[in-house]
């Protein structure tokens, strides 16, 4: 009986993904884009405004640990109601908290809460993505639920530094931000809540087939290479956090980089992640991400290798954004095809936090090279990354073909 509905259920119109992941991608934006600006301009250090940049990302890569009490308890839709309620609370002590150096402590502990609550939103959108999209649209639905991220990041905060800049009360972004996080709850009323992990009341019980499921996905090939695939730097998109650092080699205006940041960022982004959702469902969806990464790769060689222009740093630039699109879409897609549906969230979220470490590597490795030798060897480092991460996993996938895990496993150990 249940095989019988699986295979009549509908997907949801993916544009609901977009809408979903909105208010976690708009949030990053305006930390990362508009509150970066206005405390830069209010006399923080550089330092200081990337120490907030990294408290922003960090709860990514930890978010695994609180996944499973999104799996396990409640319901998906109200988990995600009250984390964009939280969501857009903070935005609201943005708001209100005064732009002074004297403040960032206060400023810090914002933008954590501000991030935890955004990964909640996210990992109550991926269960219900789990659940709600056929094997078919896995694809698509990865790209547009991607789109909603990065566009959001762009948008929200492009939006935002426009709103702060151009009204003269740079609360009014916060508040536009919050408001915009708030609307997009709407799209749940679409949507059917999945049904828990497990059938018995006790929550002990529940999380023990919880960890059942998130370890069935560790003793699948599958699982194994979509956990790989992911924490190798391929389609990192790390010097798009540098974009501003670096702009100067390239003599790119202010307005030109808070132009390539926001606006442009998000349209390149929302572009990238839908094309590529939709051909991650008609190929190979590992093969996809693969490709896309070297596309980057590409995009990053060229940029370097090309006129040090604002007009060359405007187009490589915009590429660059829609390579990461590319490589973000096939990423949700692979990670969808390779997860299942039982404990969901938790296991989108195991590779999730995985995913993001190779780009904090990558960042780290990006201002090493560029202070060392420069932005156009930055570039160069990061496309040869990208390169070696799709030759090391193309080896690895291609050395255990056709074994189970402990086939895996027994390989490496034998060897």
């Known amino acids: 009986m249940a095989d019988n509905q699986a295979q009549t259920h509908r997907s949801p119109h993916p544009v609901l993904w977009l809408i979903l992941y909105l208010p976690y991608g708009a949030a990053t934006g305006y930390v990362t884009v508009t509150l970066a600006w206005l405390l830069s301009h209010a006399g923080a250090s550089v330092a200081a405004v990337a120490t907030l940049a990294s408290l922003s990302l960090a709860p990514n890569t930890w978010k695994v640990l609180w996944a499973p009490i999104v799996d396990t308890t409640l319901t998906a839709k109200r988990w995600f ?3 964009n309620l939280a969501n857009a609370a903070s935005l609201m002590v943005f708001a209100l908290l005064p732009l002074k150096v004297e403040y960032l402590a206060a400023f810090g502990w914002v ?3 501000n991030s935890v609550a955004g990964t909640v939103t996210a990992i109550a959108v991926d269960r219900m993505m789990a659940y709600d999209t056929t094997d078919g649209e896995k694809g698509k639905a990865g790209g ?3 789109a909603g991220n990065l566009g959001g990041v762009g948008l929200g905060g492009g939006a935002g530094l426009w ?10 972004a916060a508040a536009v931000v919050a408001l915009a996080a708030l609307l997009c709850t709407a799209a749940l009323l679409k949507l059917a809540d999945p049904p828990s992990v497990a059938g018995a009341p006790r929550y002990v019980t529940v999380l023990i087939e919880t960890g059942r499921d998130v370890w069935s996905l560790v003793q699948r090939r599958i699982g194994l290479l ?3 695939i992911c924490t190798l730097p391929i389609g990192a998109g ?3 956090n540098l974009w501003a650092a670096v702009a100067k080699d390239w003599s790119a205006s202010a307005d030109l980089v808070a132009l390539v940041g926001g606006l442009l ?3 390149a982004g929302i572009v990238g992640c839908i094309a590529s959702g939709y051909l991650c469902d008609r190929m190979d969806r590992k093969k996809a991400y693969l490709l896309f990464g070297l596309v980057m790769a590409a995009t990053s060689a060229a940029m370097a290798l090309g006129p040090k222009t604002p007009a060359m740093f405007l187009i490589f630039a915009t590429l660059y954004n829609g390579a990461v699109g590319l490589s973000y879409g096939a990423y949700s897609a692979v990670t969808l095809e390779a997860i299942g549906r039982g404990a969901a969230g938790t296991k989108f979220n195991l590779i999730s936090s995985l995913s993001n470490v190779p780009i904090l590597v990558v960042v780290l490795i990006d201002g090493w090279a560029q202070t060392r030798w420069g932005s156009g060897a930055m570039l160069l480092v990061e496309s040869a990354l990208g390169v070696a991460g799709v030759g090391i996993y193309i080896v690895l996938a291609w050395g255990t073909r056709g074994l189970t895990w402990r086939g895996v496993f027994g390989r490496f150990a034998a060897a």
């Open 111 to 113: 933008v954590l809460v």
């Open 163 to 172: 709103l702060a800049q151009h009204t003269g009360h740079p609360w009014i």
């Open 265 to 267: 960022s998000g349209i």
């Open 238 to 240: 790390a010097a798009q």
């Open 226 to 228: 979509a956990m790989l």
């Open 144 to 146: 547009w639920s991607q």
């Open 81 to 83: 109601v009250l984390a």
